[in-house]
Nanobody, 124 residues
Framework: QVRLVESGGGSVQAGNSLRLSCTAE????????MAWFRQMPGKEREFLTA???SGVADSVAGRFTMSRDAKSQTFLQISNLLPEDTGTYYC??????????????????????WGQGTQVTVSS
């Protein structure tokens, strides 16, 4: 079992940047593929980026940059925020992912662990 805790959300003005954090409470952190998704009101959860221990596995084009440290955290840097970035941002984790194509990382059903989400509100 892995507990994920997101932080760093809030209300920001368009054009600014924001860095979200996700702390994974597990001693086996390096063995997990981590990902960020977001969900806008009334819409399905949307993939943003995924990272394995060896580096970024998949990422949508644009303003999202994901990184991870050696201990327990992953980060999502969002640059040039737009009002349409408003939504809830979720961290996800799946153990032992290797040799998968992009379609695997982008499917929320492939992640066993999820955080509670952190809200981002962007005003124009």
């Amino acid at each position: 079992q892995v507990r994920l805790v997101e932080s760093g959300g809030g209300s920001v003005q368009a054009g600014n940047s924001l860095r979200l954090s996700c702390t994974a409470e597990t001693r086996a952190f390096p063995t997990y593929t981590m990902a960020w998704f977001r969900q806008m009101p009334g819409k399905e959860r949307e993939f943003l980026t995924a990272i394995r221990w060896s580096g970024v596995a998949d990422s949508v084009a644009g303003r999202f940059t994901m990184s991870r440290d050696a201990k327990s955290q992953t980060f999502l840097q969002i640059s040039n925020l737009l009002p349409e970035d408003t939504g809830t941002y979720y961290c996800a984790a799946q153990k032992g992912v290797a040799g998968k194509g992009n379609s695997y990382y982008r499917d929320a059903r492939n992640y066993a662990y999820w955080g509670q989400g952190t809200q981002v509100t962007v005003s124009s």
